[in-house]
């Protein structure tokens, strides 16, 4: 695991610098002209996801390493994938912008609160020396002020960075492949086995979490194009943070497993999930 735990963090850093790289002031100040969409949203990915990932880890009964693994992918915020393709699919990228954001940047919160809270409740011990205090101040260095970074080389070059926005979000997307590549690398003799015993459980999580927010989102919000946003926000989630998250709290590679295999299958369901949209509308 010694290529992943020194990876991922740089990785996860510049993966946020680029996020930092894509906000303005605006992308939260908008929350305020159109709340209601964006605590559809947002209660959708920080309360019933984790709570849909907790269902499907009791009722597949996973063992303990892989239904935490799950939680953790659960409680990741959305990443920069789920604003490019909400774009792709003509939802409201705004929104998407907004929410992940938003969910990145209190993620150092939610994201030690989740997964401690739910170690406990499958009975995993945890070191004492790992404190949910301490997780939060790791992931601010990586997380959060490689965010506020990027938002402030933002606007002192507007223009220099808004024309170059798209190869930024390229080199994340790569950045993020990296990081699986590794993994894949270092694990190659036991990943089928984690796949197998992790694959039906995350497939179940992403689809029923992307088919449950559209249609809370259709219920409750103001239009098609943030009902597509929220459904992808929720089944699109940072894959890279998920990991440095396993390798803070945990020794084992097993508890990476769900997030390794949640990252490759939510991109198939995600453009299957588009396709069906533009097909139905």
């Given amino acids: 695991m010694e ?3 020194k990876i991922a963090p740089i990785v996860l850093a510049l993966i946020m610098l680029g996020l930092g790289l894509g906000l303005s ?21 920080l309360v019933i996801l984790p709570i849909v990932a907790l269902g499907v880890a009791l009722i597949l009964n996973l063992p303990t390493a892989l239904a935490i693994g799950l939680m953790i992918i659960a409680a990741a915020p959305g990443g920069v994938t789920s604003n490019v393709l909400t774009k792709f699919a003509n939802g409201d990228v705004a929104l998407s ?14 994201v030690p609160f989740i997964v401690i809270t739910s170690a406990n409740f499958f009975g995993e011990t945890i070191s004492k020396e790992i404190s ?22 933002r606007a002192f070059a507007e223009n220099f960075i808004s024309s170059k926005i798209n190869i930024i979000n390229k080199l994340t997307g790569w950045l993020f492949v990296i990081v699986f590549i590794a993994i894949w690398i270092e694990e190659k003799d036991n990943i089928f086995n984690y796949l197998a015993q992790a694959g039906l459980a995350v497939l179940i999580l992403n689809i029923v979490m992307m088919i449950l927010a559209y249609f809370l989102a259709k219920k409750f919000v103001t239009g098609i194009p943030q009902q597509k946003c929220i459904a992808l926000e929720c089944g699109l989630q940072n894959g890279t943070l998920a990991v440095f998250v396993a390798t803070l709290i945990f020794d084992d590679i097993v508890y990476m ?12 369901t995600g453009f299957i999930f588009i396709y069906i949209l533009r097909k139905s509308n």
Avoid: C, E, H, W
């Avoid at 912008?97 to 939610?110: D, E, F, K, M, N």
């Avoid at 497993?257 to 198939?268: D, N, S, V, W």
């Fill in 257 to 268: 497993i769900p997030t390794g295999a949640y990252a490759l299958l939510m991109y198939i």
């Fill in 132 to 153: 949910m205090f301490g997780i939060a101040m790791k992931m601010a260095l990586v997380v959060t002020i490689p965010v506020i970074i990027g938002m402030i080389i």
């Fill in 25 to 45: 002031v605006k992308d939260f100040t908008r929350i305020l002209r159109n709340p209601k969409d964006f605590f559809v949203g947002f209660f959708s990915q």
């Fill in 97 to 110: 912008i907004s929410l992940t954001a938003v969910t990145s940047l209190i993620s150092i919160v939610s």
């Fill in 3 to 5: 290529i992943v735990t």
